[in-house]
């Protein structure tokens, strides 16, 4: 028998998820933003994942503290100071002088989006954290609380990638930062607000050194995730944009827009989809009434379905000599599919580090698992603008195949201990 939320719950729980919506649409916008101009002022691939590395990094360290700091004085308060960090970063951002040098240029942008990767997790712990606190008893409620938070976060992050990129194009880079920032500051008040009681407050005896789990149910998923994201940002977060932006653009202003609007609504279609599936992940496995166990062995039958997909489309861009439409049209479809699958298994995860942690600690499991996520999205980050510069689309992918194949090696490893 499945017991009803409380009124309280479900209110908290929309407060929560709104917050986080309105966190990752500018999120989403300022990355595409961020990568589109400065990919626009001829920065080469290294320079443009340099842009993105103290962002992974902060997230790592962030995700560590995090769940440290929601045990110690509420999942609210964390909350509250991401988005209230969120605003900041996008306000320092705005003063970005484009008369600066390439080096002063980079290490500005790096130390501002290293504060917002810790703005990001730091949204990110609170609001997974308290789907495990508000979610009713119930068969399979966590499970769908969790795929609808997450998935429903990314298609409004999908949104934000072709917002920042009709930005981009129609106002420009600085007062697209600002627009975003005035946005996200109404959003905190309103949040402080209206955000019911709900959450739980801090305990006094939290101490960080519980932060690491002890759990191999726990670290084994998170070593999995680790490499799952590793797997899809190495060609999502350099190599595949760049390579768009090199078929589509000429070097013109007109071409440099058209590819911006290109380039913003194919990430923004991978993302949507991508939360969709999400969504919709329970009824995509026949979870309800599942044991843990039974789902973890579908977690590791689509870690499986997921390796070979990189590694198809590395050989498909070894034998297309140029850029041509029926690459770029197969390209895009692959990448479609592994996106269908990747979010299967990324839904499966939140699932399982929910499932498997115990709710006075679910904050600090999930910062750890998030750290490694952090961790995975640092060296995707890091492989996708090396990967693309040493041996171009090919060898991209491919690295993103054996990130896949080391996440679904991983997962198998719950066999031991469930």
């Not at 509420?74 to 509250?80: A, K, M, P, Q, V």
């Not at 627009?179 to 209206?194: E, K, R, S």
């Not at 692959?334 to 990747?342: E, I, K, N, Q």
Request: charged share 10%; hydrophobic share 60%.
């Amino acid at each position: 028998m499945s017991s009803a939320p409380a009124p309280n719950g479900l209110r908290a729980y929309a407060a929560v998820t709104a917050a986080y919506w309105a966190f990752m649409l500018s999120d989403g916008a300022l990355r595409l933003l961020v990568l589109l101009h400065f990919n626009g002022l001829g920065f080469s691939p290294i320079q443009l994942a340099w842009l993105f590395l103290l962002y992974e990094v902060a997230g790592i360290v962030t995700n560590l503290y995090a769940g440290w700091l929601a045990a110690r004085f509420g999942l609210s308060t964390t909350l509250y100071l991401g988005l209230g960090l969120q605003i900041a970063a996008l306000a320092v951002l705005a003063q970005l002088d484009p008369a600066w040098s390439v080096a002063a240029s980079v290490t500005f942008v790096m130390a501002v989006q290293g504060a917002s990767g810790v703005a990001k997790d730091l949204a990110k712990m609170s609001s997974k954290s308290a789907v495990k606190v508000l979610a009713p008893a119930g068969e399979g409620v966590l499970f769908r609380w969790v795929a609808m938070l997450t998935g429903s976060k990314n298609a409004v992050k999908g949104f934000g990638f072709f917002l920042g990129a009709v930005l981009l194009a129609v106002v420009g880079f600085k007062a697209a930062i600002w627009g975003m920032a005035a946005i996200l500051a109404v959003i905190l008040l309103a949040v402080m607000v209206f955000l019911p009681k709900g959450l739980p407050g801090g305990k006094k005896d939290a101490k960080f050194s519980h932060i690491w789990s002890k759990d191999p149910r726990i670290n084994r998923l998170s070593l999995a995730r680790m490499f799952l994201f590793g797997a899809r940002d190495v060609w999502f977060v350099v190599g595949v944009p760049v390579y768009f932006q090199a078929v589509f653009s000429d070097g013109s202003p007109d071409s440099r827009r058209a590819a911006f609007f290109l380039i913003g609504s194919f990430m923004a279609v991978w993302t949507i989809a991508y939360g969709a599936v999400q969504a919709f992940a329970p009824q995509i496995l026949n979870a309800k009434g599942k044991s843990e166990a039974t789902i973890a062995a579908k977690a590791m039958r689509w870690a499986g379905l997921l390796t070979p997909i990189p590694f198809a489309l590395a050989a498909l861009a070894l034998t297309a000599a140029a850029p041509a439409l029926w690459f770029t049209l197969a390209l895009v479809a692959g990448l479609l599919l592994f996106g269908f699958v990747f979010a299967v298994n990324s839904s499966v995860h939140s699932y399982l580090i929910l499932a498997f942690s115990k709710s006075d600690r679910v904050t600090m499991d999930v910062g750890f698992y998030y750290m490694a996520n952090a961790a995975g999205r640092l060296l995707g980050t890091a492989l996708s603008g090396i990967s693309y510069q040493l041996g171009g689309l090919p060898l991209c992918l491919a690295t993103a195949g054996v990130m896949a194949a080391a996440s679904w090696i991983s997962i198998r490893r719950l066999r031991a201990v469930i």
